[in-house]
């Protein structure tokens, strides 16, 4: 018997959507309610300083978490996990500076009197001490032992360039809608954009999919910024810089294939191709405008001659090959 129109088929040994976990009501609670193990480690926090905000049980397995206010001081990393990279830091402070908000609270243990560990805010942490923040919000677990499963659940799988890229412009098309009887520069969406290139890789990933974006981000990075133009307008821009890309990446395409039957099989070709093309190779720190970067690449490929292209040539060739995306 055919099933319902526009019903969908429930993955092979996946559980009925709505079958699992507590109902909304049952994930609330006071503190007053919650197990002695929970109003012990709120009365421990009031003791080291802090401040317990709420007290719930998780909605998936119905486990009780305490979500407190920690004195910064007291919260240390857990020695297990990743080292600090400055870069991400400085990168994290930078956004929460400019948004006013601390929204991911860490996951914290309770190691003992004014002392608490995190598995999984090690950055966070360094943010919030290079802005001179006093406190952090924290979900405390009482288990301790959970400290040493927070790694096997960190497992999300980081964007990759198309993938950020795609949310960049699906973003911008979402905000350039409800921007669309003014609103504000495409310049000032820089935050939540983060970079100028991701919404030109992704107007082209929209158009090819299996558009080799990364033989040209680093070169994007220099030469595409921020519009001062209202997202509307700035969005067809954003259109044809993808069309240019794309058009040039078709002559990059024929030029690798042209390598590729003089015998070079290397996964770089066409990052070689595009480095050889690129005006600013050898011009550190210089930059020109996108228009003109590609049509001077685009008459670059035309002097291209694959016949004089040697193996050794291929020796500094470097970035991420084609299969990479």
Same mark, same amino acid.
């Not at 129109?5 to 994930?27: D, W």
């Given at each position: 018997?055919?099933?319902?129109?526009?019903?969908? !088929?429930?993955?092979?040994?996946?559980?009925?959507?709505?079958?699992?976990?507590?109902?909304?009501?049952?994930?609330?609670?006071?503190?007053?309610?919650?197990?002695?193990?929970?109003?012990?480690?709120?009365?421990?926090?009031?003791?080291?300083?802090?401040?317990?905000?709420?007290?719930?049980?998780?909605?998936?397995?119905?486990?009780?978490?305490?979500?407190?206010?920690?004195?910064?001081?007291?919260?240390?990393?857990?020695?297990?996990?990743?080292?600090?990279?400055?870069?991400?830091?400085?990168?994290?402070?930078?956004?929460?500076?400019?948004?006013?908000?601390?929204?991911?609270?860490?996951?914290?243990?309770?190691?003992?009197?004014?002392?608490?560990?995190?598995?999984?805010?090690?950055? !966070?942490?360094?943010?919030?001490?290079?802005?001179?923040?006093?406190?952090?919000?924290?979900?405390?677990?009482?288990?301790?032992?959970?400290?040493?499963?927070?790694?096997?659940?960190?497992?999300?799988?980081?964007?990759?360039?198309?993938?950020?890229?795609?949310?960049?412009? !699906?973003?911008?098309?979402?905000?350039?809608?409800?921007?669309?009887?003014?609103?504000?520069?495409?310049?000032?969406?820089?935050?939540?954009?983060?970079?100028?290139?991701?919404?030109?890789?992704?107007?082209?990933?929209?158009?090819?999919?299996?558009?080799?974006?990364?033989?040209?981000?680093?070169?994007?990075?220099?030469?595409?910024?921020?519009?001062?133009?209202?997202?509307?307008?700035?969005?067809?821009?954003?259109?044809?810089?993808?069309?240019?890309?794309?058009?040039?990446?078709?002559?990059?395409?024929?030029?690798?294939?042209?390598?590729?039957?003089?015998?070079?099989?290397?996964?770089?070709?066409?990052?070689?191709?595009?480095?050889?093309?690129?005006?600013?190779?050898?011009?550190?720190?210089?930059?020109?405008?996108?228009?003109?970067?590609?049509?001077?690449?685009?008459?670059?490929?035309?002097?291209?001659?694959?016949?004089?292209?040697?193996?050794?040539?291929?020796?500094?060739?470097?970035?991420?090959?084609?299969?990479?995306?």
């Amino acid at each position: 018997m055919a099933g319902k129109p526009g019903a969908r !088929r429930r993955k092979k040994g996946a559980a009925a959507a709505g079958s699992v976990g507590l109902e909304p009501k049952a994930v609330s609670a006071g503190i007053e309610s919650a197990p002695k193990e929970v109003r012990d480690l709120a009365e421990s926090v009031s003791a080291d300083g802090g401040a317990p905000v709420a007290a719930y049980r998780d909605p998936l397995g119905g486990r009780w978490l305490l979500l407190a206010a920690l004195p910064l001081e007291k919260v240390s990393p857990t020695k297990f996990q990743r080292d600090l990279s400055e870069t991400h830091v400085a990168r994290l402070a930078n956004v929460i500076s400019k948004t006013g908000r601390f929204l991911d609270p860490i996951i914290a243990m309770r190691e003992g009197p004014g002392a608490y560990l995190t598995p999984n805010g090690h950055h !966070r942490l360094g943010a919030l001490r290079s802005l001179g923040a006093k406190t952090i919000t924290a979900l405390l677990v009482p288990e301790p032992e959970v400290a040493y499963q927070i790694l096997a659940l960190n497992v999300e799988k980081a964007h990759n360039l198309r993938e950020k890229s795609l949310e960049v412009i !699906r973003m911008y098309r979402a905000l350039a809608g409800l921007d669309g009887r003014g609103g504000r520069d495409e310049s000032s969406y820089a935050l939540e954009f983060e970079e100028a290139a991701f919404a030109t890789l992704g107007a082209c990933y929209e158009k090819k999919g299996r558009f080799a974006g990364g033989a040209y981000h680093s070169l994007l990075r220099r030469v595409d910024s921020f519009l001062d133009q209202k997202l509307p307008k700035a969005l067809k821009v954003r259109e044809e810089r993808a069309d240019a890309l794309l058009a040039l990446d078709e002559t990059v395409v024929a030029l690798v294939e042209a390598l590729r039957k003089k015998g070079m099989q290397s996964p770089y070709l066409r990052v070689f191709v595009v480095a050889r093309l690129n005006p600013l190779r050898f011009r550190r720190g210089a930059t020109m405008e996108f228009d003109a970067c590609i049509a001077r690449m685009a008459a670059e490929a035309k002097k291209f001659d694959p016949e004089k292209i040697r193996p050794q040539d291929l020796a500094g060739a470097a970035g991420p090959p084609e299969a990479a995306e």
